[in-house]
């Protein structure tokens, strides 16, 4: 069983659209993370979230927003996509601070 | 920023030779972790060293940590062409749960 989920695996769309990527774990995690991987491999948290606090990185534009749904689901929601935005995006999940992260698929963006 | 940076950027080695790969890192840590990423696929987790740890060991990977030089190392022995992948390290700073990752290693094992 996938531990941690991520759909699509690939997603080609054009700037200005508005998209979704979902992520589900069911490791019975207590935070979930989104992070993106650029195309020279440099890997930044985005989001970290747990049902008390949402941390965003402050370099990360607004356009990005994380919904979670309940406790096994992250969303990433992106409006108005940029050429820039074309990455891996990568979902991640661990029980609690101090332990491993575990890392879904990624999904591939493709903005033209 | 990048929290850390690892050298080399690049390793290739005969199967059977050890790989050394290094990281560096900037901040306090909890601990520091070693992730493999083969081509187009996702991280999956080696190995946690905790910041009051020295050296671990996991089958044929050993890890060193160097609070002092805010530095640490992992070792691949005897590696096979299956261990060709990147190797990033990341660190879970004091206070936070996330990881900020290095740079990356493109290991390469030629048979």
């Known amino acids: 069983d996938t531990a941690v989920s991520q759909t699509p695996k690939y997603l080609v769309t054009q700037m200005g659209n508005d998209k979704s990527i979902k992520c589900e774990q069911n490791?019975?995690?207590?935070?979930m993370y989104w992070y993106k991987q650029d195309s020279k491999k440099f890997l930044k948290i985005m989001f970290s979230?747990?049902?008390?606090?949402?941390?965003i990185n402050e370099t990360v534009p607004n356009r990005f927003s994380p919904k979670s749904p309940d406790k096994a689901h992250l969303n990433l929601h992106i409006n108005s996509l940029e050429l820039g935005d074309s990455a891996v995006y990568f979902c991640?999940?661990?029980?609690?601070?101090?332990?491993?992260?575990?890392f879904g698929q990624g999904t591939r963006l493709t903005v033209v | 920023s990048q929290q850390g940076e690892e050298d080399p950027q690049a390793l290739s080695i005969q199967e059977g030779e050890n790989a050394t790969m290094n990281c560096s890192y900037k901040t306090s840590i909890n601990n520091l972790q070693w992730y493999r990423q083969n081509s187009g696929r996702g991280l999956v987790h080696l190995i946690l060293?905790?910041?009051?740890?020295r050296e671990k060991h996991s089958g044929r990977l050993r890890v060193t940590l160097d609070t002092s030089k805010k530095s640490s190392s992992l070792l691949i022995t005897a590696s096979r062409a299956a261990d060709t992948a990147s190797y990033f390290c990341?660190?879970?700073?004091?206070?936070?749960?996330?990881?900020?990752f290095g740079t990356g290693t493109r290991l390469t094992v030629i048979p």
């Open positions: 990341a660190t879970e700073r004091t206070g936070a749960n996330n990881l900020f």
């Open positions: 060293i905790r910041s009051n740890e």
């Open positions: 490791l019975g995690h207590d935070t």
């Open positions: 979230y747990n049902n008390k606090e949402l941390i």
């Open positions: 991640a999940s661990s029980p609690t601070e101090d332990t491993e992260a575990f």
